[in-house]
């Protein structure tokens, strides 16, 4: 018990830097919301002055509305999971309990949404309360908190009765729980088609890739080389002795295939599936006798160390995404200088930006649903972006209703342009037609005359 | 261990020193990166450190990695000067060919097949290439193998064993190859029962490699996400780097015989729960598999495999004695081992022994590029081949070399320079010179012929130099 105790501290004063490294390097930011965050507030703005959002409104933003403080609304949502995900592990050893609240601390999704986007926590915590009322055989409960859940997509309910069908099946057996599972089920998919929720809801269009999982490769919310490993050595050891390993597996593949349609809730979900098996890993790595204690605590130090070392890494990197001085400068120019009904043209990713600070029509965002799916205007802005031919470029903007172009450093650096005079910034050159009315920071405002 | 077998692989070990150093395969440097890393060490030896940006590259670009071997060999290159660099190399290749030895002898007990595996080493063409240049490739294949040796001798050296493993993975990603040959070692034999030692070892080895590697990689990482593992190669460049022939030149460069046998060895040994084999195999089997994937370089992934592959050898040849043992007729067993050795001195020893590169700069060249009346604030435009020797011999900065890390679409770069020397009017080459900031432009003869000496060299070019380097000054600016 002391052991345990002494390890407990010891993962708590670990995980300290992943909440005080963030707040100091807020306090020195121009703008300490990120994107995600500025598109909530946006979708708050539009509802109340009864605009079209740029997203279709769920029930966090109608959360919102009450708790004002988005970051304050994350980190109350990871310690809502924090209580579920101990509730939910009350049968197991203190050590394996202790090790999975270890690796919440210490995996990117889970704090990286606290900060920067709680609108997935939001989900996951309905989710895992629906679980817990489920294994607590609270009929009216589950249903209530996975009706809620449901509101967030179809593909989001789908996902919902395949988790919970799964965790009955293997700790209940499906006889006992079948007739729960169908009256959840049922009220979900009623619930979901009653809201008119989508049939899925991504506000970040990404293609799936290593780069686009692995936090170490570069992914702006993904998963840790480390923590992978260990689930994957503890899905490895499990396989044959309990089939549950073998449809968590399935399901986590499931959950990583639908990023590009669920976003950061896909990864997210995936996260909490496999985190008790990392746990399991952990726990029997420092449970199992060891022949040498050398490699015992050099090795565990080692393992520590890198899933310290992800999470720092990324905490360090992620407040890069928030918007600088100088992109908030040229936000704010537009919002001044440009018409209420201007419509202006930017790399997809700047759409948020563009909706949210600057107030404007983007003529494109990266949010993806079954009602708004941004495939042909991505496509115009994948032949803008390329077009060299003058009258061409013209047409295709006047016919697009653009009013306006941003064109970024970001843009200008390898994010669509390598060089100058690629692509449109040739077509942009021709001052009778492209009025630059703003050009500082890198950040060029174009008007179209 | 036996003392006699010492003195062997000593003697065998000096034997290839005096060998590569009568007998090197270049007289001078053939591969352009050697130049890189004498830079590095001259510029460690000179100041004591290195900076992380590297000023003579790109106008500045970030450098990658703890440059440990440059910094181990930076103090004797400054008392010693070249040379040195040379007989550490050498110093270093003994020190794998004895390592060789001693792993085998570790294996087998055998006095004999620890020395026939040492000469085998002795003998690996495409080993006996890196002799001639300046890399740290060696000190990893010494370290690669240290490492190997250790891990069959644990749980006596397990300090020595964390020692070399840290400094291995500090010193060079293919640290990697040995966390992935623990894993498929592991995952080949994972129902034996002498596991639980080294599931230990795997764990800790495993951790601290990837651990390491990502602290060290880490910038890199997040700028080029997965395709860090092909060092943001430009497309044209990818068939020269890694492994895309035949299956039977990679036999041919490892050594054909040792190659058979070897295998003859693995195949035998896998069957059976020898824990040391099979640890190798897994070795032997993720180094092919990383060649033929193409995630492994050419000039990293062949001399480790020879390595690998002449312990592997040795125990085939003992396997072999064995079988032939048997045999009745002893005529037939000394005329197969007859065979085989004058198999192995054709495959192996007689195309180490002929091997001859031409050196990458001729000594003319290297002169008249010293001599080159170059301003301080110069910035040279040259081909990518001999890039870093331009910029180590000149001491100025070149427009863009062959080391692509932290550069934005390595294929752009690629073409410029291509539409920089077959550009046929100065307004086509003055917007790419003026992008990497080129004030001279520089040919080799090479350069002539392959592109010819451009017209508008005359109007806006100044010619400084036409020996057997063509340098022109840049006078025009598109403005």
Redesign the interface.
């Known amino acids: 018990m002391k052991k345990e105790t002494l390890f407990t501290i010891l993962c708590y004063l670990l995980t300290l830097p992943t909440f005080i490294i963030p707040l100091f390097v807020f306090s020195t930011l121009p703008s300490s919301l990120s994107t995600e965050q500025l598109l909530h507030q946006d979708v708050l703005s539009d509802l109340k002055f009864n605009r079209d959002p740029v997203i279709e409104p769920n029930l966090y933003h109608s959360i919102l509305k009450f708790i004002p403080s988005q970051r304050l609304l994350g980190i109350l949502l990871f310690a809502t999971i924090l209580f579920l995900t101990f509730a939910l592990l009350k049968e197991k050893k203190p050590l394996f309990r202790i090790l999975c609240t270890f690796l919440l601390f210490l995996t990117p999704i889970t704090v990286g949404a606290a900060l920067y986007d709680a609108q997935v926590l939001l989900f996951i915590a309905l989710l895992l309360a629906a679980l817990y009322f489920f294994k607590k055989q609270k009929t009216i409960p589950t249903l209530l908190v996975f009706a809620a859940y449901s509101t967030a997509s179809i593909a989001h309910t789908l996902l919902g009765i395949l988790v919970l069908t799964t965790y009955a099946v293997f700790t209940k057996g499906w006889k006992d729980s079948k007739k729960t599972l169908l009256l959840t089920g049922s009220t979900g998919l009623l619930t979901a088609l009653l809201s008119k929720a989508p049939l899925f809801y991504s506000y970040y269009a990404e293609q799936l ?3 686009s999982l692995f936090v ?3 992914a702006k919310r993904g998963v840790g ?2 923590f992978i ?1 260990l689930a994957a050595f503890a899905i490895w050891r499990l396989w044959s002795k309990h089939r549950s390993s073998q449809v968590v597996f399935a399901l986590t593949i499931l959950s990583f295939a639908l990023t590009p349609y669920l976003g950061d809730f896909a990864i997210a979900l995936a996260t909490f599936l496999l985190l008790p098996y990392a746990a399991w890993s952990l726990h029997h ?1 420092l449970t199992q006798k ?3 204690p ?3 605590y ?2 565990i130090c ?2 520590i ?2 899933l310290l ?2 999470q720092l ?1 990324y905490l360090d ?1 992620a407040y890069t995404y928030l918007p600088d001085q100088a992109a908030l400068d040229a936000l704010s120019f537009a919002k001044e200088k440009t018409p209420p009904n201007a419509v202006i043209f930017s790399h997809p990713q700047n759409g948020y930006l563009i909706e949210s600070i600057a107030d404007r029509k983007a003529y494109t965002t990266t949010y993806v649903t079954s009602s708004s799916d941004p495939r042909f205007k991505l496509k115009v802005s994948d032949l803008l972006f390329n077009e060299r031919n003058f009258e061409e470029g013209v047409a295709l903007i006047k016919s697009a209703g653009i009013t306006h172009i941003l064109i970024t450093p970001h843009m200008k ?2 994010q669509i342009w ?2 100058d005079g690629e692509g449109l910034l040739f077509i942009l050159r021709d001052k009778n037609t492209f009025k630059k009315i703003y050009s500082k920071g890198g950040y060029d405002l174009y008007e179209i005359q | 261990m036996d003392k006699r077998l010492l003195y062997g692989l000593f003697l065998i070990g000096i034997a290839a020193m005096i060998f590569s150093l009568a007998f090197p395969p270049a007289a001078d440097y053939t591969k352009d990166s050697s130049y890189f890393h004498e830079r590095i060490i001259s510029t460690i030896a000179q100041n004591g450190h290195i900076s992380s940006i590297d000023a003579q590259s790109y106008q500045g670009r970030e450098l990658t990695g703890l440059f440990i071997f440059h910094y181990f060999v930076a103090p004797f290159y400054a008392l010693f000067g070249q040379s040195a660099l040379h007989f550490i190399t050498v110093l270093l290749l003994a020190g794998c060919i004895v390592l060789v030895g001693i792993i085998t002898f570790d294996l087998t007990h055998s006095r004999k097949l620890s020395l026939i595996a040492a000469i085998t080493a002795m003998f690996i063409p495409s080993l006996m290439q890196l002799t001639s240049e300046t890399s740290p490739l060696l000190f990893t294949f010494f370290l690669f193998l240290s490492c190997i040796a250790l891990f069959f001798r ?2 006596q050296h ?2 020595l064993y ?1 020692t070399t493993l840290t400094l291995f993975a500090l010193t060079s990603p293919l640290s990697l190859i040995y966390a992935l040959s623990f894993t498929a070692y592991l995952l080949i034999s994972s129902h034996k029962k002498y596991l ?2 080294d599931r ?2 795997y ?2 080895s ?3 490699i ?2 390491l590697q ?2 060290i990689y ?1 910038k890199a ?3 080029h ?2 395709s860090l593992i092909y060092s943001n190669l430009p497309q044209t460049y990818l068939p020269n780097v890694f492994f895309d022939q035949h299956i039977l030149t990679l036999l041919t460069l490892v050594g054909f015989i040792p190659a058979l046998l070897g295998a003859y060895a693995a195949y035998h040994y896998v069957s059976r729960a020898k824990r040391e084999d099979i640890f190798l195999f897994s070795i032997v089997l993720v180094i092919i598999t990383l060649l033929f994937a193409r995630l492994l370089t050419a000039e990293q992934g062949i001399p480790l495999l020879g390595l690998v592959i002449s312990i592997l050898f040795a125990q085939g040849i003992g396997l072999l004695n064995t079988q032939l043992k048997a045999l009745k007729s002893k005529t037939l067993s000394y005329a197969l081992l007859t065979l085989i050795f004058i198999a192995f001195l054709a495959t192996s020893v007689v195309p180490t022994l002929t091997l001859h590169k031409e050196p990458l700069l001729t000594t003319q060249e290297k002169t008249d590029l010293a001599t080159l009346p170059l301003p301080q604030n110069a910035t040279i435009m040259t081909t990518l081949d001999k890039a870093h020797a331009v910029a180590f011999i000149t001491k100025r900065p070149v427009a863009a070399d062959s080391n692509f890390l932290f550069v ?2 390595s294929d ?1 770069v690629v073409q410029d320079i291509d539409n920089i020397y077959s550009s046929s009017f100065a307004s086509q080459a003055l917007p790419f010179l003026e ?1 990497y900031s080129a004030t001279h432009i520089l040919y080799f003869d090479e350069d002539v012929k392959k592109y010819g000496l451009n017209s508008y060299l005359d109007d806006c070019f100044k010619l400084i130099s036409n020996t057997s380097i063509i340098l022109y000054e840049v006078r025009c600016t598109t403005q």
Do not use: H, M
Request: proline letters at 2%; aromatic letters at 22%; a positive charge.
């Open positions: 890739s290593l780069s170490e490769l570069g080389v480390f490993t790595l060891w022949e040498s050398f490699f015992y050099v090795g080692a393992l160390c890198g070392f992800t890494a990197r650096n390898g390598y060089r | 644990l749980p397990q300090y964390a639980k030692r230990e070892v764990i800790f495993t951790a601290l990837i651990w990502l602290i880490k990482l997040f700028f996400g997965i934005d679409n752009f992008r």
